[in-house]
């Protein structure tokens, strides 16, 4: 199925849950109604979306939100679906997915990591790259680098250079 | 053949332990550290815990051009960096639009399974190694070594190429490196026999793989493994066929598939002889794009600035190890907003917790290695 078909299926079984951004082949969900059109692209027979390929957390700045960009993809049926859902800044979260589909278990832990998405419901919601007392997300766009970690100086010392 | 221990509960009393193997350990490819919780010798869970080579990738390709992020992208998977190159060039071609000369996509086709029969060797032999087979290895690492010297010959680096550019490769192929393959495959062909009757049909390395840490497809899928891993389970899925891109649509080879010849389906003696059928279908790969490869200007495509327009794409490509995905946000300036690399082996290590449990901790490093790990794109 292409886009334009996957949408009609989804605005026939759960109306007024899903948005489009502009032209883009991609639907937007609400945080709150995304434990229902989560489960439902994975059960609905038409669907079947299996594999979720990626799960990205980004920050436009734009508008003081974060977003997750979750691709999904559909083995059985060989069609793919890109899912945003944009979350405010000041207290992000979105329900967690890992229990649908198990490879989101490790990346909404990078999601969280680098981005500070709490996602609700995660088994086991801790840092994975970065070491546990690491401070702050370094991925957002106000992030600012501190200047030691543990005594270590991070910030790149020059003037052995000059 | 291999089965599940079984320890009866009211006859021994046991106590859980905690193990830590790694971070430094020969059998984890790396610096990767894995919590097991054993029940005597016999794994109950493992959590591992990665990030001891996170070198910020994401991070710093936020501050980079689009075009200097292509050196980067070679140090996550240093066993294929060809792969990665090839990967980033193809995501950035679908974002901007950029048609690639036809000359380029042989070449790019030809690197990349020479790469792709590098980096198996490399499986392989490794492979090999955890499990007690040390001469193996070292046959694999010198038939890797001229694969090498092909590259480096190619563009005067060993590991880390920076070969494949946005829109293009950086130098033509050299005078001689057709002939050259040419010999290569032929000396190659009769080596991969070799490996069978050393390795492959062995019968004490079929003792210790066959049967072991059976991985099956539903949830190789639901995990989001990918590559050989997934195929061993006997999944007939490859990006090369199912959503071809480069020159692939006209080469003909097969997908080789996982289907229990030693035990079941999805073992890690299937998940090992898929990665050996893999270099023979590479090899024929190669064979019929040296016979095609049209002439062309390899430069003619690459642009002079690259400045994609705003958008976002989602690109995945068929690596050594399984896809790789590059989600870019780019807001039209000439560095991206966000660049995301969805890694193969960081998605194939997650299933090691489902599939090791129960199993022997010597059975763990043999399920480890069949995995096939590289440590830089887990951690990026």
């Not at chain 1, 390929?53 to 679906?81: I, N, P, Q, W």
């Not at chain 2, 061993?232 to 990006?239: A, T």
């Not at chain 2, 097969?254 to 073992?267: A, E, L």
């Not at chain 2, 279908?281 to 040296?290: F, K, M, P, T, Y």
Request: hydrophobic share 40%; glycine share 8%.
């Amino acid at each position: 199925m292409d886009f334009a078909n996957i949408k009609k299926v989804l605005d026939v079984r759960c109306p007024d849950l899903i948005d489009t951004d502009g032209d883009r082949p991609s639907i937007m969900v609400k945080p709150e109604s995304w434990g229902i059109v989560s489960n439902l692209l994975k059960t609905d027979p038409d669907l079947t979306f299996d594999s979720l390929m990626c799960l990205s957390g980004f920050d436009l700045v734009e508008d003081d939100h974060l977003g997750v960009a979750y691709h999904f993809y559909s083995m059985d049926k060989r069609h793919d679906l890109e899912v945003i859902i944009r979350t405010p800044k000041e207290n992000p979260s979105i329900p967690s997915i890992a229990n649908i589909w198990r490879a989101a278990d490790w990346h909404e832990r990078e999601a969280y990591d680098m981005y500070g998405i709490i996602f609700e419901g995660h088994p086991d919601l801790k840092r994975i790259l970065l070491p546990d007392d690491w401070e702050g997300f370094p991925l957002r766009k106000d992030y600012v680098q501190a200047d030691t970690y543990q005594g270590i100086i991070i910030k790149k010392d020059k003037t052995y250079w000059k | 053949m291999s089965t599940k221990p079984h320890i009866d509960q009211s006859l021994v009393k046991t106590e859980e332990m905690v193990l830590n193997m790694g971070p430094q350990h020969p059998s984890t490819h790396g610096v990767l550290r894995l919590k097991i919780h054993t029940d005597g010798e016999v794994v109950s869970k493992i959590e591992p815990i990665i990030g001891y080579l996170h070198r910020c990738f994401e991070k710093h390709c936020e501050h980079l051009g689009y075009e200097q992020i292509v050196p980067f992208t070679d140090r996550c998977d240093y066993i294929a960096s060809m792969h990665m190159n090839h990967g980033y060039a193809l995501a950035m071609e679908r974002l901007m639009g950029i048609e690639v000369p036809p000359r380029v996509e042989y070449i790019r086709v030809i690197v990349g399974e020479l790469q792709r029969i590098a980096s198996h060797l490399v499986a392989l032999g490794t492979f090999g190694l955890d499990i007690g087979a040390i001469t193996p290895f070292t046959w694999m690492i010198r038939d890797r070594e001229r694969i090498l010297d092909l590259f480096e010959n190619l563009c005067g680096a060993r590991l880390l190429y920076n070969y494949i550019w946005v829109g293009g490769v950086s130098h033509d192929l050299p005078e001689k490196f057709i002939r050259r393959t040419k010999e290569f495959i032929d000396y190659f062909t009769p080596q991969m026999d070799e490996f069978d009757q050393l390795l492959t049909f062995n019968k004490i390395f079929i003792e210790r793989t066959a049967d072991v840490g059976i991985l099956p497809p539903d949830v190789a899928i639901n995990y989001g493994v990918t590559g050989p891993s997934l195929r061993g389970s006997g999944v007939k899925w490859d990006l090369r066929k199912d959503e071809a891109y480069s020159a692939y649509p006209e080469l003909e080879f097969d997908v080789p598939v996982g289907t229990g010849k030693m035990g079941s389906v999805g073992d890690c003696w299937d998940r090992y002889w898929v990665r050996m059928l893999e270099m023979r279908e590479s090899v024929r790969i190669i064979d019929q794009a040296l016979k095609s490869i049209p002439d062309g200007d390899v430069r003619a495509a690459v642009p002079k600035k690259v400045r994609p327009p705003k958008g976002s794409v989602y690109s995945r490509f068929e690596t050594a190890r399984g896809e790789i995905g590059y989600y870019i946000i780019s807001d039209g300036k000439n560095i991206p907003v966000r660049l995301k690399m969805r890694s193969p082996a960081f998605c194939n290590l997650s299933v090691i917790s489902e599939i090791a449990e129960g199993w022997m901790i010597s059975d763990l490093i043999a399920i480890l290695g069949s995995l096939d790990i590289v440590l830089g794109e887990i951690d990026r």
